[in-house]
């Protein structure tokens, strides 16, 4: 198994480009996010998607775009890249969050990408 | 905004000497991760509570949760310099689908 596995590892943005943050898992799991890491910030939650056909906003969605087609698969897009974006990008998937009444089911441990490393000049 | 905190920001210590870090959530949670992230690398996970006041031991890590089930610790006893790195807190509440993240304690072990 290659767990979850992120595309690029870096990339250099000009402001106002496009670009698509790959993000692939080989688990089967069901939920999967998208975070952003920024110094003195922590993790905070981009997108995510309880299933396939399904996504719903995090903490700070605005400037980004996703879709779930597929299980295995999902995309995050920068739609004009700003400097403020220039962020660590972490995507995690679990087979799992939502375990009704089983709050410690091992099923929603999150298991991160390497992430990407973004740059918007 | 963010609903878990964590404190330290920043801890060094030297080899040897114990270390803790502090998470508090505004809101009661359904149960509370720990995450390690080694410089450069990516969160892997260590723990999960659920139960009021549990702890858990890992060899020289100790994990609380706290009787409100608002308020976590980790606790790391005889650091050593394998223990460098962040290390993040993540509560859920009973109704959310997404984990809270806390800030992050960024522990640096000078030998």
């Known amino acids: 198994n290659a767990g979850v596995t992120q595309t690029p590892k870096f990339q250099v943005l000009k402001t106002g480009q496009s670009m698509t943050l790959q993000c692939a898992q080989d688990m089967n799991h069901e939920y999967m996010s998208w975070y952003r890491q920024d110094p003195g910030m922590g993790l905070r939650l981009i997108h995510y998607?309880?299933?396939?056909?399904?996504?719903d906003q995090g903490e700070v969605p605005n400037g980004y775009n996703v879709s779930r087609s597929t299980t295995e698969d999902f995309p995050l897009r920068l739609l004009s890249a700003a400097p403020s974006q220039t962020s660590v990008y972490f995507c995690?998937?679990?087979?799992?969050?939502?375990?009704?009444?089983?709050?410690?089911?091992?099923?929603?441990?999150?298991?991160f990408g390497a992430g990407t490393r973004l740059s918007v000049l | 905004g963010q609903q878990v905190m964590q404190i330290p920001q920043y801890q060094h210590v030297q080899e040897g000497e114990d270390f803790t870090t502090y998470c508090n959530s505004s809101t009661t949670l359904s149960n509370i991760q720990w995450y390690k992230q080694r410089p450069g690398g990516h969160p892997v996970f260590l723990i999960q509570l659920v139960k009021s006041g549990e702890v858990k031991k890992q060899k020289r890590l100790t994990f609380q949760f706290g009787e409100a089930k608002k308020n976590s610790s980790l606790h790391i006893t005889a650091t050593q310099t394998t223990d460098v790195g962040t290390y993040f807190c993540a509560g859920r509440t009973n109704t959310g689908n997404q984990f809270y993240f806390g800030t992050g304690t960024s522990l640096t072990v000078i030998p």
């Open positions: 998607s309880v299933g396939a056909g399904i996504t």
């Open positions: 995690a998937s679990s087979y799992s969050l939502f375990i009704s009444g089983s709050p410690g089911s091992t099923k929603n441990i999150q298991y």
